[in-house]
């Protein structure tokens, strides 16, 4: 071990240095961005060339010699037994390679016994895939998917959260169930019993369980307010759909994938056909955006799997838009009954939560930790419910459970804000003990130049404008089994190896970007290698963890691969290692300007045609945080300007203010596009976004994106973003992910701007027209009595 | 019925075996994969079309060269781009006309290619994302969206980019609030909204 000094604090406010002990392979302390040249600054993302030409080969542009499409007949019935299923149609199909049945279900929770008597899996949502067929294009795969006939004995079915949740609601599964959280963060508490459709409660996280005493803490409180919150089932509408591509070549197989997580797909196609690692290849360059959805192999890519073994050729299957909606997973909905108690100078003396939501015939609708975790209050419970409905599965969703949880909690400290007639950001200064959100809200009250907001509704005329806020809490994760190599080539070219996945947030770049720092060398100099699992294992792309944990074993080993080449330049410099200089592709004698060796010339001396170095990533500088609220989390807060027509009920959002920070920013470019992407999916999730499942026959009737509303260019308001460097020194690169915290917010602070515009307090997602009108109505009415 | 039943060869019908014989002709190559990982394929294609609805010849005017294709009439122009001219640039994102991802430029005016029979196109001439630049010179677009990380995923890019640079082409300094008109058929999930207005607003500058 040896002990190094590494920035430590918020620049301009109490940057400082830190001393940890750490590994004696750990590089040297980096020092703060403005010393930098690559890292924390606007570089060009390294793949924006293949992007803006057309050049980039997502999955669903991969063909491959004798390549076959696939497509999946899926039940059309939300609930029913198949009585029989009759194929031989299709087989005979001109065109046809393969034509394959489920023989059990590759999706949502695992009931224990599960040995229907017909031979075929029960359907227990309108979606489910029940058998495949892989021909030479996808219209004739249609075509054959028509000749199917599939017999249904329908059974009772039950969509809806609060009669799902009703005695003698026809049941979605007869026993208990369990199911593997996804690496995406959603979480879901393993062994709980189910009553009916319900099953839980989860009371604790990994930041523990219930604290003090509820009934004591709501008897000390001057003011109790009890709301009752709504939000909807959202979808995750990634623009490029799940798919895959499965070559199944003699026992080897390659796959092609637009996934989240190179290695769970990996694994879960070697665990599902019983081959070793080692034989399945995942590979996934490009990816269209995954949002929490991609992270498994998904039930498309099993029956890709058993397609392509059949067919013996490679089998393209990309699901179609209706598909993605119905079956490939959503940000749970849920009911948040919320209890808080706090006294007449904003002490928070009580909080309860109770919530059920429903991953349909899936587990993960909890509302996070953000109640638990972003206030100090001594007494708090939560019991959160899963619910099981007939419709398709959840999947974690940027942020799963806490922008959910956030929209509850950040209206109900906005409603005592106002009850205490205070300002929300003086509440919160006293409740919320987070360093970095003190920060972020004294940054916002100097470039807002904030004042208690004005008095709700008072704005004269028709339409009426309302400034709201709402802050976000996300752990920071890291994820151990995250390995990088670097190579060096003897023509002096630098490769970054991973099998590391760049969903669109620009992993590429950041690698690139920490390598080339570390060699003295520029971004576009660095060949970043990712998305394939032939390369050292990476994280996956969720929960913010991939830079956190990525970047420093990519540090690590670009600093080995630099120790090397010094030594050798020594050699060739006749001088001591001590003595050597990284700078601007050249190595040089400090104390002889004029011995000096370009990287280039250096690797050409290389005794071998290339160096390699691995690393992986080591555990925290400083021990983990486990389970402990502060400094380092990623925490937010933003601001939400409406317009609200009160004679049309329609919002409008003007202009979003987001202080954000992630430890060290490494590309502010790529940093500030994601905060854009978290906030319009947040004003999305306030405003538009709403997947409605027809009580009546149990099918989604908005799955296409015409009909699933979405925001477009004039949805789209101004977004100001104010980024906070904030340092650790936690890792080689101190560096943190931004997905998740960038749109737990939103939400919630549109929904305080929307009552401070009204003056009526909207409580059920999306906020629409309709609603608007009904919410005004009603509180004129209550007003007259 | 299971799917484990013996195949029959059925008379009349085009047989499996017949099938891949007749196949036999068409490529087997070297596919390179963006990583660096060179792939050997040595299997036969089964890309031929001689099914029923019995495919047709036709030549379509592409990024400058007359193309021949040999296709059902049903297939869409952005399917007979993809994937039979391998111009993948063009993204189809719901096959519906609702996302513009699969924007091209027909005689120079934007199309949903998803929503097009490749058939329909005629002797008209159809540009796509790949052929944008010229002679290697990339749009001014194409720069500013580079220089405004106006990507994040990278999927809608093409559809934006073919949007907003037909834009330029008629109103060479278009207001932000002309640019959104443009755009507003274009999905993105990622947001990168404003960073496209930006990036469409400085290339309109530099041209």
């Known amino acids: 071990m040896k002990k190094i000094k590494l920035p430590h604090g918020i620049p301009d406010y109490n940057l400082g240095e830190i001393v940890r002990e750490v590994p004696n392979s750990e590089p040297p302390a980096l020092p703060v961005n403005k010393k930098l040249k690559v890292i924390g600054k606007r570089i060009k993302r390294i793949d924006a060339l293949a992007k803006v030409t057309g050049s980039a080969v997502f999955t669903a542009d991969v063909q491959l010699p004798g390549m076959l499409y696939g497509k999946i007949l899926r039940a059309d019935v939300p609930h029913a037994r198949i009585k029989s299923i009759d194929i031989s149609a299709a087989e005979e199909h001109p065109g046809v390679f393969a034509v394959h049945i489920f023989e059990k279900r590759y999706e949502g929770a695992n009931p224990k016994k599960n040995s229907p008597e017909s031979g075929y899996p029960d359907v227990i949502y309108a979606g489910q895939p029940v058998v495949g067929v892989a021909a030479v294009s996808t219209d004739i795969a249609e075509d054959a998917i028509n000749l199917i006939k599939v017999e249904y004995e329908p059974l009772d079915f039950v969509v809806d959260l609060d009669r799902a949740r009703k005695p003698g609601a026809p049941l979605v599964y007869q026993t208990d169930v369990d199911q593997e959280a996804s690496s995406g963060g959603e979480d879901i508490e393993e062994g709980l019993k189910s009553r009916g459709n319900v099953r839980g409660p989860t009371t604790r996280s990994f930041y523990g369980g219930p604290r003090g005493d509820l009934e004591k803490g709501f008897k000390e409180a001057d003011v109790v307010i009890e709301r009752t919150y709504r939000t909807q089932v959202q979808t995750h509408c990634p623009l490029e759909t799940h798919g895959v591509v499965v070559d199944y070549n003699r026992g080897h197989v390659t796959i092609y994938a637009s996934t989240q997580s190179t290695k769970g797909t990996r694994n879960d196609f070697a665990k599902t056909f019983n081959l070793s690692k080692s034989k399945v290849r995942v590979i996934s360059e490009f990816i269209g955006g995954g949002f929490g959805a991609k992270h498994s192999l998904g039930s498309f890519g099993v029956m890709a799997g058993f397609l392509s073994k059949k067919s013996g050729r490679p089998v393209k299957l990309m699901l179609d838009r209706k598909e993605e909606h119905i079956s490939a997973g959503n940000r749970p909905n849920s009911v948040q009954f919320m209890k808080l108690g706090a006294k007449k100078d904003g002490t928070l003396t009580a909080l309860k939560q109770l919530s059920y939501g429903t991953a349909g015939i899936g587990l993960g609708a909890g509302v996070g930790n953000i109640a638990q975790a972003m206030y100090e209050c001594p007494n708090f419970k939560t019991e959160q419910y899963d619910v099981f409905t007939n419709a398709g599965p959840g999947a974690a969703f940027r942020a799963p459970g806490n922008v959910q949880g956030a929209f509850a909690l950040e209206q109900l400290i906005d409603e005592l804000a106002v009850k205490l007639d205070t300002d929300p950001l003086q509440l919160r200064d006293k409740i919320d003990k987070s360093m970095i959100r003190k920060v972020q809200r004294e940054r916002a009250v100097q470039l807002l130049n904030w004042k208690k907001p004005k008095k709700a509704g008072s704005d004269p005329g028709p339409v009426k404008k309302g400034i709201g806020v709402a802050q976000a809490h996300w752990p920071r994760f890291v994820n151990l089994d995250s390995t990088v190599e670097i190579r060096v080539l003897r023509d002096g070219a630098v490769e970054v190896r991973s099998a590391v996945q760049d969903i669109g947030t620009g992993t590429k770049t950041v690698l690139a970007q920490v390598v080339a720092e570390e060699l003295g060398l520029k971004a576009e100099d660095i060949t970043v290698l990712i998305g394939d699992t032939l390369f050292p294992i990476g994280p996956p792309s969720g929960g913010s963890v991939v830079t956190g944990s990525i970047t420093p074993p990519a540090r690590n080993a670009a600093h080995d691969i630099k120790t090397q080449l010094i030594e050798l330049a020594a050699g060739e410099l006749n001088t001591d290692t001590d003595n050597i200089l990284t700078e601007n592709g050249w190595f040089f004698s400090k104390t002889d300007n004029s011995k000096k060796i370009s990287f280039h010339d250096l690797a050409g001396k290389l005794r071998v045609e290339q160096i390699t170095a691995t690393a992986s990533r080591s555990d925290d500088y400083g021990g983990f945080m486990v389970g402990t609220v502060g400094f380092e989390e990623l925490g937010a807060v933003q601001f939400a300007e409406v317009s609200v027509d009160t004679e049309t009920g329609f919002v409008k959002v003007d202009k979003v203010v987001a202080v954000h920070s992630c430890g060290r920013p490494l590309n502010i470019g790529q940093i500030e596009s994601q905060i854009n992407g978290g906030v319009i999916m947040g004003i999305a999730y306030a405003l538009y976004e709403d997947r409605v499942i027809d009580e009546n026959t149990g099918q989604q009737v908005n799955p296409n994106l015409d009909q699933y509303k979405m925001p477009f260019t004039f949805e789209v308001p101004e977004i100001q973003i104010e980024l906070i460097e904030e340092y650790g020194a936690r890792s080689s690169t101190d560096a943190t992910g931004i997905g998740e915290p960038a749109n737990i917010a939103t939400a919630a602070a549109v929904a305080n701007a929307v009552y401070n515009a009204i003056g009526v307090r909207m409580t059920e997602l999306p906020i629409t027209p309709s609603r608007i009108l009904a919410a005004l109505n009603k509180a004129k009415k209550e007003n007259n009595e | ?207």
């Not at chain 2, 029959?8 to 070297?30: H, M, Q, V, Y």
């Not at chain 2, 120079?108 to 329909?120: N, Q």
């Not at chain 2, 909204?193 to 930006?198: D, E, F, G, M, S």
């Open chain 2, 1 to 207: 019925m299971k799917n484990k039943k013996p195949k029959k060869e059925k008379s009349g019908s085009i047989s499996r075996r017949g099938f891949l014989k007749g196949a036999g002709i068409a490529a087997a190559g070297t596919v390179i994969i963006g990583s660096g990982v060179a792939v050997l394929e040595s299997r036969k294609s089964v890309q031929n079309k001689d099914f029923e609805p019995k495919t047709i010849n036709i030549s379509m005017k592409v990024n400058g060269s007359i193309r021949q294709l040999n296709i059902e009439p049903r297939t869409t122009l952005a399917d007979a781009l993809r994937n039979e001219l391998h111009l993948t640039g063009t993204k189809v994102g719901c096959n519906r006309g609702a996302c513009s991802a699969c924007t091209v430029w027909i005689n120079g005016i934007p199309t949903l290619s998803c929503m097009t029979l490749a058939i329909e196109v005629g002797d008209r001439e159809v540009t796509t994302i790949e052929g944008l630049a010229k002679n290697d010179r990339l749009h001014p677009l194409q720069e500013a969206f580079m220089d405004h990380d106006a990507t994040q995923c990278g999927f809608c890019t093409p559809g934006m980019i073919m949007t907003a640079a037909h834009l330029l082409e008629h109103n060479p300094s278009p207001t932000e609030k002309e640019i959104k008109v443009a755009l507003s058929g274009n999905f993105c999930r990622c947001g990168t909204h404003p960073k496209v207005i930006a990036a469409t607003l400085d290339a309109a500058k530099k041209m």
